[in-house]
């Protein structure tokens, strides 16, 4: 009986028989049974352990490319990018030039600092004083194509004003038409690394860096992340950020990618820091280019995604209108009054209006440009002119895109964020007379959604 029951515990138990028994051999085949799925004949789990390796490797080998492709970007423009600033020279062509600076947005201006300089109050004073307008026509028309030749790029205004930002100069009184914090960074670049592009250089690093960030919080992929930042690396609107820089528009899109981050973990995590940070970046983002037209976009877009969080949607918008202020603290230190502030702020909106840009007749030029290459100049002579660097991959990467829009809509709400701007972006350049640099904020979230 003792042995019929011994064989029945070992038929029931033969690990624990085994072990008993001291039979390692046994013990650790039925070991091996329980533990290598390859033999229960379950491989689910190795596939998938398999195919995230795969994914891994690619995506740091994209990722790899990417930076090696921007890195050598820099490499090739280094006499340029890496040239020290020389601000008596900037002074001097300043100098030369600075009645024109804004010349194709305002010419009113360009008038009244000539008839400033000619004695006269401004330029109404002097056609008073004139009495004929034939007269009064033909100067104009003088003084406009005697400055024609004596244009300074962007690039060079904003480095220039940097410098004297960087330096005590009231924001107020030089280019106040954009707000100071991109041009006070620019400035600091030349302070402490005596060039304006090093700024610039590193910002646009930290900017595929959050490209790849955003783009796995969204889809929580590996190879979606790797795809979105190399893709941006090679896209000639970002690099042409880096060679023909320093330009505002990158540091706008460091700051929107600062907020959409910070925004994307707020919903995730729903921890008051992100949140905070998400309005500060804001009031960043404000104090990049010409305030009142981007706090109604980026405002609606804030709105339209957190409609329902009201309170939310009450401190980003706060602390941002308040970091907004403090950007300009020159201005303040200086003697600036809040009325004053705000006074400057109509002073640009009044600035821009007086342009005089029929915006209907360019409404729409964005898509132009997109799908050929060439868009419509906002210059008396209507010129059409052409990017050079645009290809084939602007039109699908927009048109897929915008096809795209409808499938990821349901996927999550940090897709549904992203989807609410670049729609919102859409009609913000459907009147805006444009630049092609002034797409890099659409392509770039087209990139991360794809």
């Known amino acids: ?19 008993v028994r001291g039979n390692p051999e046994e013990h650790h085949t039925i070991e091996n049974f329980r533990l290598d799925p390859r033999l229960r004949g379950d491989d689910t789990i190795l596939k998938q352990k398999r195919n995230l390796n795969i994914e891994l490797l690619f995506g740091l080998f994209l ?99 940097g410098y004297k930002y960087a330096h005590g100069a009231n924001p107020s009184l030089l280019n106040p038409e954009h707000p100071p914090l991109a041009k006070y960074l620019i400035g600091c670049s030349i302070r402490f690394f005596g060039n304006e592009h090093m700024m610039g250089i590193g910002v646009a690093f930290l900017s595929l860096l959050l490209i790849g960030i955003i783009s796995y919080q969204l889809s929580r ?7 979105s930042l190399f893709a941006a690396s090679l896209f000639p609107l970002f690099t042409d950020q880096i060679i023909h820089g320093p330009q505002l528009e990158l540091y706008q899109l460091f700051f929107f990618l600062l907020v959409l981050h910070f925004l994307l973990m707020w919903i995730k995590k729903k921890k008051m820091i992100f949140c905070t940070c998400a309005g500060v970046f804001f009031g960043m983002l404000l104090s990049t280019k010409t305030v009142v037209p ?17 309170k939310t949607l009450i401190v980003i918008i706060g602390i941002g209108i308040l970091i907004f202020i403090a950007t300009y603290y020159q201005f303040f230190l200086l003697g600036g009054a809040l009325r004053t502030f705000l006074g400057l702020q109509k002073y640009i909106v009044t600035y821009y ?20 290459g060439s868009w419509k100049f906002w210059d008396s002579s209507r010129t059409i002119s052409h990017y050079s660097e645009w290809n084939l991959l602007w039109p699908l990467i927009f048109s897929w895109g915008m096809w795209q829009l409808r499938s990821r809509w349901n996927k999550n709400n940090g897709y549904r964020m992203l989807i609410i701007f670049i729609i919102l972006y859409n009609l913000f350049v459907f009147i805006t007379p444009i630049f092609p640099r002034y797409l890099l904020l659409l392509f770039v979230p087209l990139v991360i959604l794809l």
């Open 63 to 161: 990722t790899f490319l990417g930076f090696l492709y921007f890195f050598y970007i820099i490499l090739i423009h280094s006499q340029f990018l890496f040239k020290k600033y020389n601000p008596i020279q900037a002074e001097i062509t300043y100098s030369q030039s600075q009645w024109q600076q804004s010349q194709n947005i305002s010419p009113d201006k360009v008038l009244d600092e000539w008839a400033i300089k000619n004695g006269y109050t401004g330029w109404k004073n002097y056609m008073d004083e004139t009495g004929n307008k034939l007269k009064a026509e033909s100067q104009k028309l003088k003084i406009i194509k005697s400055i024609q030749s004596k244009g300074v790029s962007d690039s060079f205004l904003y480095s220039y004003v």
């Open 221 to 227: 992929s590996i190879m979606t992340a790797s795809i």
């Open 294 to 310: 981007f706090f109604l976009l980026f405002g609606a877009w804030l709105t339209f995604s957190f409609w329902e969080q009201w």
């Open 1 to 19: 009986m003792k042995k019929i029951k011994a064989k029945a515990n070992i038929q029931r138990n033969p690990t624990r028989h085994s072990r």
């Open 353 to 372: 209006g007086n342009a005089h840009i029929p915006l209907l007749e360019f409404a729409g030029n964005y898509l132009r440009l997109i799908y050929t």
